[in-house]
């Protein structure tokens, strides 16, 4: 089972220590500006924060823009072989989501390789606020699907005591589904 | 050999306005020794300048030298490190002046490679200061005049061609060298007192923006990377940290209010039967649609909230935090949370303090309901306590230097000279306007406003908490030794370019701070050899104070803090006079000053 980076842009904070634990794990350097994962902050129309990484694309449009072929996959990872890059940033303006990073001390595009695929990124371990999380495939596009299913429902809600606290309860009423047949008849 | 191996770039970066010039100049062991960086850094490099101006330097003058300095630990990886300090000779009190600023803009600064940033002169017409790693250009920006923070910010951004550059900057408020104007960065994060918005205004500078690249030196990387992480990890695991993220400091209006320490009709009460209308649970239910945090902090304090009905609708704001919350709320008898929001915005997009402007406004509303003012001082438009047309009004007047405001823009000086009359209910310490904690039933904070470097701030030595919750039997020498303690130790959060919160609010050991300050510089600091440093630095900006005129008459609380509070939970608590001379002249005497509060430092 493969595992990838998601990220919850609503529970972004933009705090960046996903970028410094990033730098200075993998570099041994306190440096946000080498991290391979960024926070893009949009403010104040739509108020936006998001952390900016590799998907670890299947058909990885910087692998196919590599002129020198160096951008290769290993278990499902995209990576870079640092020798016969050479440095001509094609990959970077390739990517369609901006997730790999160029540093001018650095002549090899800064990307994500989940850690050397150690199984424990030190961006997720690291966010305070449960924004980048580390999830098997199968599980993206769930929350999406939740959220579709649920806009269906009729939520109806009922308050009601319980040991002497007002409590409220919502449910859907799959019953009273007014002006919508879901058998193909008449009502 | 150098003597730390991290922790600084040893270079500062001198640019003079007037000229159009910049020069970078080493610093050595001993300035970085005697100073540490942050507000020490500034402090030292502002007495320089005062002794080359022959101990004159007028505050809004081309010779009064501004100062951006981050510390060693700022941008380091550990929590809640992104702070800088503004600093120079403030127009508000005319003595030492300075305001801390979080977000990211000094991670930036020191990333461009430098440890300090003093800035002298004036600019022949608006412009900006642009410091791209080693290049420093001054870019002129008419076209910028009179614009709001927000736009100015994306307005450079633009320009630059660059969405990462960091840029802090001032409204029309600084332009119109408001005394209490505000500098910006990250959209709403202000270095709120003191004036030192009006300090660029007075030099023309619109905006610094800088760009940086640069590794930030760290001694001992591996034992930074295994003390911090334990540091995020105990953060983490507080029991209030879930009440941090959600609340941030907006959780304080109702500790405030059941201590009976919010500031209520111009500080007239301190508790308030309204309180539950502006406080963090209702910003919760109806306002905040986000969180935002300053550089590596995990407590992400900052509230985005939008005003989604009503006459304000569409106003979109990063805060309120507790002190803007009280004082465009509670203090002006404003009880709805979309009108503390809109003046919210309009602080930050102007580019005024909240603290004064609330502060302000309500000595205008008291003086004018006791008859001290009149409905012409008021150019014909009343104003009551919770009118939060008028005070909208009266806040933009201000930022414009428009009607009334024109005076009120002068601070509570300026406005004590126009109005002698009102010098009971203008709540300042020095020229600089209180900020939101009632000091009458913890008569130490009495003595932490007093004492203040800077004037009637909180974060010199918030000890109001701690007495009212322990000090019931404290004698004076206990609270003058608390006040001390926290004007050492907050000191040297600002040296290092850290934020006090994880400190003072969830319980973060200080000790903490010398190890990771040892281990990022490598050479080993006990707390108590930075503590020393600290001192030093409070004699040195008190020798400043005295060198521009200060004396001990300027070391007393607001007037209002000698009547006892008439109702709350604090009802008949009072500072009693006596107890506060005694308290003052045993503080002189532990800070080894004379009767008078001469330091024995040469001021020369």
Request: hydrophobic fraction near 35%.
């Amino acid at each position: 089972m493969r595992r990838k980076i998601a990220v919850v842009p609503e529970k972004c904070s933009g705090c960046r220590i996903c970028e410094i634990a990033c730098a200075i794990h993998r570099q041994k350097i306190n440096n946000p500006k080498k991290a391979r994962i960024r926070v893009t902050t949009i403010y104040p129309h739509p108020v936006v924060r998001m952390p900016v990484v590799c998907n670890q694309c299947k058909d990885a449009k910087c692998l196919s823009a590599c002129p020198t072929d160096v951008i290769y996959r290993q278990n499902g990872v995209v990576k870079i072989h640092e020798d016969g890059c050479i440095g001509c940033h094609a990959c970077v303006d390739a990517c369609p989501f901006g997730a790999m990073y160029v540093h001018t001390d650095i002549d090899v595009p800064l990307k994500c390789d989940l850690c050397a695929d150690s199984g424990q990124p030190q961006c997720v371990k690291m966010c305070p606020t449960g924004a980048i999380l580390f999830m098997p495939e199968h599980v993206f596009g769930q929350a999406h699907r939740l959220n579709n299913v649920l806009s269906y429902t009729h939520m109806k809600e009922i308050e009601y005591i319980e040991h002497g606290e007002p409590k409220r309860l919502h449910y859907a009423d799959n019953n009273a589904a007014e002006g919508r047949d879901r058998t193909g008849g008449e009502e | 050999m150098k003597q730390h191996n991290g922790g600084y770039f040893r270079k500062i970066l001198h640019i003079d306005m007037t000229t159009g010039s910049s020069r970078t100049e080493a610093v050595d062991d001993e300035f970085i020794e005697s100073f540490i960086g942050g507000r020490g850094f500034a402090i030292k490099l502002l007495w320089d300048n005062l002794a080359k101006n022959n101990g004159r330097v007028d505050p809004l003058g081309p010779e009064n030298m501004l100062v951006v300095a981050a510390g060693p630990l700022t941008g380091v990886y550990l929590p809640s490190s992104g702070k800088n300090s503004f600093a120079s000779i403030s127009p508000a009190t005319g003595l030492f002046g300075d305001s801390s600023m979080g977000g990211g803009f000094g991670v930036e600064l020191r990333q461009a490679g430098y440890d300090a940033v003093t800035i002298v002169g004036k600019a022949p017409e608006l412009s900006y200061v642009f410091i791209d790693d080693n290049l420093v250009s001054i870019v002129p920006c008419p076209e910028l005049k009179g614009k709001g923070n927000l736009e100015t910010e994306g307005r450079i951004r633009d320009n630059l061609g660059d969405h990462d550059v960091k840029v802090a900057s001032i409204g029309i408020a600084g332009e119109n060298l408001v005394r209490f104007a505000c500098v910006t960065s990250d959209w709403s994060r202000n270095a709120g007192r003191t004036g030192i918005g009006a300090v660029m205004g007075s030099k023309n500078i619109k905006a610094i923006a800088v760009r940086g690249q640069q590794d930030l030196p760290v001694a001992n990387v591996d034992k930074v990377i295994e003390i911090s992480e334990q540091a995020y990890k105990e953060l983490g695991a507080h029991n209030m940290m879930g009440h941090w993220q959600k609340q941030g400091l907006m959780g304080v209006v109702d500790y405030a209010n059941m201590m009976g320490i919010l500031p209520t009709y111009n500080f007239r009460d301190t508790h308030w039967e309204k309180s539950k209308n502006i406080n963090g649970k209702t910003m919760l239910a109806s306002h905040k649609i986000g969180n935002t945090a300053c550089f590596g902090c995990p407590m992400c304090c900052g509230n985005i909230n939008l005003v989604k009905e009503g006459k304000w609708a569409g106003t979109v704001t990063e805060g309120p935090e507790y002190e803007t919350a009280a004082m465009l709320g509670s203090n002006l008898g404003v009880d709805n949370f979309a009108s503390i929001l809109r003046g919210n915005h309009l602080c930050d997009e102007l580019g005024i303090d909240t603290i004064s402007t609330g502060n302000l406004i309500a000595v205008v509303i008291e003086g004018y309901e006791k008859d001290l003012l009149t409905l012409d001082d008021l150019d014909g438009k009343p104003v009551t306590w919770g009118d939060d047309d008028r005070i909208m009004e009266l806040i933009e007047q201000i930022a414009k230097c428009e009607s009334i405001g024109a005076t009120l823009a002068l601070g509570a000086k300026g406005v004590l000279e126009r109005w002698p009359q009102l010098k009971d209910i203008v709540l300042h310490v020095k020229g600089l306007e209180q900020s939101a904690y009632d000091c009458r039933g913890a008569s130490s904070m009495a003595l932490a406003y007093g004492t203040s470097d800077i004037g009637a701030h909180h974060t010199r030595a918030w000890t109001v908490g701690k007495e009212l919750e322990m000090g019931a039997d404290w004698g004076i020498e206990e609270k003058v030794d608390l006040v001390i303690y926290h004007q050492h130790i907050r000191s040297l959060f600002d040296m290092f370019g850290v934020c006090r919160l994880p400190w003072i609010e969830l319980g973060f050991h200080e000790d903490f701070y010398a190890e990771l300050y040892s281990e990022v510089v490598g050479r080993q600091y006990s707390l108590d050899d930075l503590l020393v440093k600290s001192q030093n630095l409070y004699n040195m900006t008190r020798a400043i104070n005295v060198k521009l005129g200060a004396s001990k008459s300027d070391d007393y609380p607001p007037a209002r803090t000698f009547i006892p509070i008439h109702s709350g939970p604090l009802a008949g608590k009072v500072c009693d006079k006596d107890e506060y001379e005694k308290m003052l002249a045993l503080y002189y005497e532990k800070r080894g000053w004379d009767e008078q509060g001469n330091p024995q430092i040469a001021c020369d």
